[in-house]
C-alpha cells in the first residue's frame, strides 16, 4: 500500500503540464527556424539509431498514448519519416473483431511484437483497456481489473524476451485539448480528425484523468516506465520526445555507414531507341512557368 501511495503521489492529477522552469504560465513557442534545424539534427540521429537497431539485431517497441488532440499523430509523422520503412511498423489497431473478442486480451498485440532489427511504433496500444474501454463502458470492471493486474507481468515477460518498450505519455491540458478541437471542426480538412468517440470524450475528462492516474499507478514499472511528455507545445513535445529517446540507447552512435562511392555508369547502348514521348500518356504540368 505504501508503495501504491507513493506512485500515486508521483503521478499528476490531471494531464495539465508541470510549471515551466522560466516560472511563466504561458511559455513562447519555439521559433521555427530553430525548431526546423533541431528537428532535422534529431531526425538524422534518428536514423543513427535505427542502423544500429539493424546491425545490433535490437527489438524496440514504443507506444504512445495521450488524450484524444494531444498530438500522438503529429509526433508519429516525424519520428518515422526519416527511417527506412522497411525497419519501422506503425500499428494502430482499430476495434476488436467478434473473434479477437473472445481472445486472450493481449493476443492481437503479441502478433506485431518486432523481430530482431525492427522498432514497432504503436499509436495507441493495449492501453486501450485502461482508457477509452473502460471510460466508455466497453470492458466490463472485471476484465479492466485484470488488465491492471495482469498489464505489468505481461510487459515483464515481454522485456525478459529481449524486446525493449519505450512507452510516452502526451500531456496535453483541458485548455489545448479544447482548443484543437475547436481548430478541427472549424477546419473541413482535419474534420476527420474528431470522430464521435472524441466528441464523447470531451464531456469526460476527468473520469480519463482518474483512469489515466489509475494507469499509471499500476503499470509504470521499472522494467517498462512511462514517461510523460507535456505536449501543449508539439514543437517542444516532438524535441523533446526524440532527445530522450535517443539518450535511452547511447550506443547507437557506434553505428553508421560509411558514403556509398557509386562507380562510373555504363555506357549507353548505342542500339537502344526510346520510343517517342507521343506514344506515353503524360501527366499535363499543371505549374508551367
Known amino acids: 500500500m505504501a508503495k501504491q501511495a507513493a506512485k500515486k503521489k508521483k503521478a499528476k492529477a490531471d494531464d495539465t503540464p508541470a510549471t515551466p522552469l522560466n516560472g511563466n504560465n504561458h511559455r ?8 526546423d534545424d533541431e528537428l532535422s ?17 535490437q527489438k524496440i517497441v514504443i507506444i504512445f498514448e495521450g488524450r484524444d488532440a494531444a498530438g500522438k499523430g503529429g509526433t508519429i509523422k516525424r519520428l518515422t519519416e526519416p527511417m527506412n520503412p522497411r525497419g519501422v511498423r506503425l500499428v494502430a489497431l482499430g476495434k476488436p473483431s467478434d ?25 495507441r496500444s493495449w492501453y486501450n483497456r485502461a482508457g477509452v474501454e473502460h471510460v466508455m463502458g466497453f470492458c466490463t470492471e472485471q476484465e479492466y481489473w485484470d488488465f491492471l493486474y495482469s498489464c505489468p507481468e505481461f510487459e515483464r515477460m515481454v522485456v525478459r524476451s529481449g524486446i525493449h518498450i519505450v512507452k510516452y505519455w502526451l500531456s ?49 514499472i521499472k522494467e ?31 553505428a553508421m555507414p560509411e ?25 499535363p504540368d499543371f505549374y508551367p512557368g
Not at 480519463?208 to 509504470?220: G, V
Request: proline share 6%; with cysteine.
Open 99 to 123: 473473434i479477437e473478442r473472445t481472445q486472450w486480451y493481449f493476443q492481437r498485440y503479441v502478433a506485431h511484437l518486432p523481430a530482431a532489427g525492427e522498432i514497432v511504433i504503436f499509436d
Open 172 to 220: 496535453v491540458s483541458d485548455a489545448e485539448q479544447e482548443k484543437r478541437f475547436q481548430e478541427r471542426a472549424g477546419n473541413p480538412s482535419k474534420a476527420w480528425k474528431l470522430s464521435p468517440m472524441d466528441l464523447l470524450s470531451r464531456e469526460k475528462w476527468v473520469e480519463y484523468s482518474k483512469a489515466k492516474d489509475r494507469m499509471m499507478e499500476y503499470t509504470d
Open 41 to 57: 539534427r534529431l531526425q538524422f540521429e534518428l536514423v543513427r539509431l535505427q542502423y544500429w537497431v539493424k546491425e545490433t539485431g
Open 259 to 283: 558514403p556509398v562511392r557509386l562507380k562510373p555508369r555504363p555506357a549507353a547502348d548505342e542500339q537502344y531507341v526510346r520510343p517517342p514521348r507521343e506514344s506515353h500518356t503524360i501527366v
Open 28 to 35: 513562447s513557442k519555439l521559433e521555427r527556424k530553430f525548431y
Open 224 to 254: 517498462s516506465p512511462w514517461y510523460q511528455i507535456d505536449a501543449d507545445d508539439k514543437r517542444r513535445a516532438h524535441l523533446n520526445c526524440f532527445r530522450h529517446l535517443l539518450g535511452l540507447f547511447p550506443a547507437y552512435t557506434s
